[in-house]
């Protein structure tokens, strides 16, 4: 599977959506581009958004549905594979959609409010993100202090200085608080809460406490940090990538601001 929301000129704002379903006989044709496609290169199936209304999502009260596409139906191709960290390879995608037939039993949900099912699918993304930055941030730190145990230096052990320790220290207790956060937010979604503001506050903190977590990592393991053998330098570009994914942390500050600002003050 993949999911097709981002476009050239759409990513955060999902309102700047250009792909449109024009209504056909048999259904709809979709016609546009997606970029950022997760998974895109390799995936058998596609939830693609697309207008299907332009007046309705003009004035932000829906117009936007989404359907079930193969990835080899006539019409829908991977245009390109982003390649990113200079992989030769990637998971990312942009795609090209021309005039590609779907039918009635592939709209997924109702018509005129896929934007509902994207937003859940965010805020799905937005918690396994954070959940995904604790435990590689965990995964780091464990790393961390067992090799800072094992070298030596100037006739010490490196857990000896407090250059050393400090720093790791301040990393676990960063993991411990995101932790918690991403379980308060999860019980949020348990209950049925929307929990804009928690899952903003989840992710956001949560990837830049792993993405740091992992950094000093690397920085304790000193050049073998370094090397593709340990995988630090695979956990960091992963937490690179998720401080933008499903919302940049400067989009979630944003959503943070907004619900504190219409009263949301519940901490």
Not at 1 to 10: D, H, T, V
Not at 93 to 107: N, T
Not at 144 to 154: I, T
Not at 167 to 191: K, V
Request: proline share 2%; net charge neutral.
């Amino acid at each position: 599977m993949c999911f097709g929301l981002s476009e050239p000129g759409a990513g955060s704002d999902a309102s700047m959506i250009k792909t449109r379903a024009v209504k056909s006989s048999t259904g709809w044709k979709l016609s546009g581009r997606k970029l950022w496609t997760t998974n895109a290169p390799t995936a058998e199936w596609c939830i693609v958004f697309a207008i299907t209304d332009a007046e309705k999502a003009a004035r932000k009260a829906g117009g936007i549905s989404a359907f079930l596409v193969p990835t080899d139906a006539p019409g829908f191709c991977v245009d390109s594979v982003v390649r990113l960290f200079g992989h030769a390879g990637g998971h990312e995608g942009a795609l090209v959609l021309e005039d590609v037939d779907v039918q009635p039993w592939q709209l997924v949900g109702e018509l005129d409010q896929g934007f509902k099912i994207a937003l859940y699918g965010v805020s799905l993304g937005r918690i396994y993100n954070a959940a995904r930055a604790v435990g590689q941030g965990r995964w780091a730190l464990e790393m961390a202090v067992n090799y800072s145990k094992q070298r030596e230096a100037f006739g010490a052990k490196i857990a000896e200085y407090q250059g050393v320790s400090f720093p790791l220290a301040e990393a676990a207790t960063e993991l411990h608080a995101a932790h918690l956060m991403g379980l308060n937010a999860a019980m949020l979604l348990d209950r049925g809460d929307k929990a804009l503001k928690e899952l903003s506050m989840a992710k956001a903190y949560s990837v830049q406490a792993g993405f740091r977590a992992v950094d000093r990592a690397i920085q304790t393991h000193g050049g073998m940090g370094l090397t593709n053998e340990l995988g630090l330098v695979h956990a960091w570009q992963d937490l690179r990538i998720v401080n933008i994914a499903d919302g940049t942390n400067e989009i979630l500050t944003r959503m943070i601001t907004q619900r504190l600002l219409a009263g949301d003050l519940d901490l």
